[in-house]
């Protein structure tokens, strides 16, 4: 398949947005921009759906013809390998940073230590434990999931080769469904005997939920590479917008008199654990955007925006380390009346980490 230009674009849209939530987040400030860069259409954000994409890429990549399945292990491990080193880069520059900021800003390092814990009361474990995946600081939880998101994947398209995407998915959305039972905290005790010393700081997402995203994506991707997904039809499409357009009017207010308000939702929404409103909310507007891209290519195509979706692994980890780097400046201005227009400057550092990546690319 041809490289889509409007995925590179809503990956680069998600990317930042993503990036001036996070610098908000971290600063402890706040703005009235949330109500667009958060959860603009309804239960559902920018990491769910960066996820999503990212693995419809890697089931279409990865499931070509030309390519056995030992060599699709050989590619997918070392693409895992290459969003190590990646993750392992940013923890190195984040962890020096706070030591740094301990030293000279010490006013600083609380706010740090908020997102990053125990770098400066037990380092070495601290580092240990977050190279090998356990241990893992404010985003720094996207990378740990798409690094063993693909190392599953060669073990996925042999699966859909054989035809067995049916129970695959069925498998996926079990472990789904009981994830609230089985998501990392079981492992706490486990991980206590290793690193005793201090307690771990836990992914904020449930792989076992969030699996789904990842594992239903790949196998649209394998169809699509295949040309075995008959998707569309017009009776899915009038019952996408309508849940669509109900989810977003009860996500604004439209429905606050009969008791039903975000919170509400939320409650079926739950983002760490997917829950069954976030994923349903997730899937309809998937579909909707599906249908557009295919009606007209170039509707949702904004060259600044993939521009940077088309150096996703590289840009999202600049912005890990912009993210950290700006939250002692950004905390000092949380109140100050340009503090947004500071957040907003600091996100077009996107395009520059995406302008590093093309030149290093073209050497």
């Not at 949330?34 to 419809?56: M, R």
């Not at 740990?144 to 398209?157: E, H």
């Not at 899915?236 to 917008?241: E, G, S």
């Not at 949702?300 to 600049?318: D, E, M, P, T």
Request: hydrophobic share 55%.
């Amino acid at each position: 398949m041809k490289r889509i230009a409007a995925l590179d674009s809503i990956r680069g849209l998600l990317l930042l947005l993503m990036t001036i939530n996070h610098l908000i987040w971290v600063s402890g400030g706040y703005s009235i921009i949330q109500n667009v860069t958060l959860q603009p259409l309804g239960q559902f954000g920018a990491a769910e759906c960066f996820v999503f994409i990212s693995g419809l890429l890697a089931g279409v990549i990865y499931s070509r013809d030309s390519l056995t399945n030992p060599q699709i292990t050989t590619k997918a491990f070392h693409r895992a390998f290459s969003i190590y080193r990646y993750h392992v880069s940013c923890l190195l520059v984040v962890f020096v940073w706070v030591f740094i900021a301990s030293q000279l800003l010490p006013s600083a390092l609380p706010i740090l230590q908020q997102s990053a814990h125990n770098v400066i009361d037990s380092p070495i474990e601290t580092l240990l434990a977050s190279a090998v995946l356990v241990n893992q600081p404010s985003y720094f939880d996207i990378l740990p999931l798409y690094i063993v998101f693909m190392l599953l994947l060669p073990f996925l398209v042999r699966g859909y080769r054989k035809g067995l995407g049916w129970l695959i998915i069925s498998i996926s959305i079990g472990i789904w469904f009981f994830s609230s039972t089985i998501n990392a905290t079981v492992l706490q005790p486990l991980f206590d005997i290793v690193f005793s010393n201090f307690k771990l700081q836990l992914s904020y997402f449930n792989i076992f939920a969030w699996q789904l995203l990842f594992v239903s994506s790949s196998l649209l991707g394998f169809m699509l590479q295949n040309k075995t997904l008959h998707w569309r039809h017009p009776v899915l499409t009038v019952l996408a917008v309508i849940i669509a357009v109900g989810i977003f009017a009860a996500h604004h207010g439209a429905f606050v008199s009969y008791g039903i308000n975000r919170w509400v939702l939320y409650s079926y929404a739950d983002k760490p654990e997917l829950g069954w409103l976030r994923t349903l909310n997730i899937a309809v507007w998937v579909y909707l955007i599906a249908v557009i891209i295919q009606r007209n290519p170039s509707a949702l195509h904004i060259k600044a925006l993939s521009y940077i979706g088309r150096h996703s692994l590289r840009v999202f980890s600049w912005q890990i380390v912009v993210v950290y780097l700006s939250a002692p400046l950004l905390h000092n201005l949380r109140l100050e009346p340009y503090y947004i227009v500071v957040v907003i400057v600091i996100s077009t550092s996107l395009w520059f980490a995406a302008w590093l990546s093309e030149k290093k690319m073209g050497k």
